[in-house]
């Protein structure tokens, strides 16, 4: 799987990114899963929490089955004293994750948020990134990616799948369409 990670853009290619990311840290990478789906959680907590995923180990420190209950936790935790990266679907029932992202952007701008959802990337990504998130991973995407993507926002990255990536550039060209006569 193609997945470009904006933290090591810097090392993979010389004068692009320009990422200011810190090497990873030796402590555990301190998550928040929300989704209103009791099984995804689970999921994904035993796909970030496995011990063959090496190090830094990552380590769930709460779960959220709301948008408003994610908002709570973040608060609970001090933002990002007590939580490194939040893991966030996009529905979900009382405040959906956009408006969760718009939030947390306004009150912790430092927090990486990552979106994941079954909501194709052509539909969600390109917005989701624009409104500051971390990344966007569909709901199947491979698990090495979930974690991939979790290390990668926790040292201040981006992580794009090729799919996120194929949307922004999309995005941008319909946005940055020349008229004719102007160059």
């Not at 090496?54 to 933002?79: D, F």
């Not at 917005?127 to 974690?147: E, F, N, T």
Request: aromatic letters at 4%; hydrophobic letters at 40%.
């Amino acid at each position: 799987a193609w997945c470009w990670h904006y933290a090591d853009a810097a090392d993979a290619l010389p004068g692009v990114g320009m990422s200011t990311a810190a090497p990873p840290s030796p402590s555990p990478i301190r998550v928040l899963l929300c989704d209103d789906h009791r099984i995804v959680r689970e999921g994904l907590r035993q796909v970030l929490t496995d011990p063959a995923n090496g190090m830094p180990e990552i380590r769930v420190v709460a779960e959220a089955t709301n948008g408003s209950e994610a908002l709570q936790q973040v608060e609970a935790l001090a933002g990002t004293h007590g939580v490194d990266v939040v893991l966030l679907d996009i529905a979900m029932p009382e405040k959906d994750g956009l408006d969760v992202l718009q939030s947390l952007g306004q009150q912790w701008p430092e927090l990486p948020v990552l979106m994941f959802s079954t909501y194709p990337e052509r539909q969600y990504a390109a917005r989701c990134i624009q409104m500051g998130a971390a990344g966007y991973l569909h709901k199947s995407a491979d698990p090495d990616d979930m974690v991939a993507a979790v290390r990668t926002a926790s040292r201040g990255g981006r992580y794009l799948t090729e799919a996120t990536a194929q949307s922004l550039a999309g995005k941008v060209m319909r946005t940055k369409a020349v008229r004719p006569g102007t160059g």
